[in-house]
């Protein structure tokens, strides 16, 4: 599956140019788990080298802590009511 993005193609979504290569990019990774070159060349250019490493270290962490939540079956606390639906 080709998730290359045309960027301009984002439209009026209010997010800001760095905003749409982020959650773009974030996707692909989360969906695919890498970027093509075309991708990871768009993302090298919306965001510089340490952005984008920022977003895949950070896309790994919360992925690492999800599997872990997930793995372990961890209920949250009932001391700190959630207010996302079940």
């Given at each position: 599956?080709d998730?290359?993005?045309?960027?301009?193609?984002?439209?009026?979504?209010?997010?800001?140019?760095?905003?749409?290569?982020?959650?773009r990019?974030?996707?692909?990774?989360?969906?695919?788990?890498?970027?093509?070159?075309?991708?990871?060349?768009?993302?090298?250019?919306?965001?510089?080298?340490?952005?984008?490493?920022?977003?895949?270290?950070?896309?790994?962490?919360?992925?690492?802590?999800?599997?872990?939540?997930?793995?372990?079956?961890?209920?949250?606390?009932?001391?700190?009511?959630?207010?996302?639906?079940?």
């Amino acid at each position: 599956m080709d998730y290359s993005v045309n960027i301009e193609a984002a439209g009026n979504t209010g997010k800001d140019r760095t905003e749409v290569v982020v959650l773009r990019r974030h996707t692909i990774v989360i969906v695919t788990g890498s970027l093509s070159d075309a991708a990871f060349e768009t993302a090298l250019a919306g965001l510089g080298f340490n952005r984008l490493l920022d977003v895949v270290a950070t896309v790994g962490f919360y992925t690492a802590v999800s599997l872990t939540v997930n793995v372990f079956e961890v209920e949250p606390n009932p001391d700190f009511p959630s207010t996302l639906e079940p």
